[in-house]
């Protein structure tokens, strides 16, 4: 409604999107948790990130919360997959995984997990 409020009366918005609604056309709840699966399984945002996502694209904080709490959340493990998979060719050096970690910080995932996986990578390879 919040769209349809800036072109349309508010009241008329309200009565549309109820209307759509009971029509099963609208709804809210698939809606968030199909874009949290797409967003957490494709793209391999992190639980924070998928929240944020959710919250940018209109979803209700408290669905958006729920929807998150209903995620894997084995971000340990999903980093170290990352790590061996999309970025094992930029930790060799520092720069690269300076790089790597700041891209990991901004998927959502945070510090200490991902400090964990890097020292997890470490001590496999020796």
């Known amino acids: 409604t919040r769209k349809l409020t800036q072109k349309y009366p508010r009241e008329c918005a309200e009565q549309a999107a109820d209307k759509l609604e009971k029509l099963g056309l609208i709804n809210d709840g698939e809606f968030a948790d199909m874009l949290a699966q797409e967003l957490y399984t494709h793209r391999k ?15 209700d904080r408290a669905l958006a919360e729920e929807v998150a709490e209903r995620l894997d959340k084995d971000d340990l493990n999903r980093i170290i997959l990352l790590l061996q998979t999309k970025y094992r060719n930029n930790l ?11 891209s990991l910080l901004r998927l959502g995932y945070s510090y200490s997990d991902i400090r964990a996986a890097f020292e997890s990578i470490e001590n496999e390879s020796f």
């Open 45 to 59: 945002y992190g639980v924070s990130r998928v929240k944020q996502e959710l919250l940018r694209r209109g979803i």
């Open 92 to 102: 060799g050096d520092e720069k690269g995984i300076i790089r790597t970690k700041n």
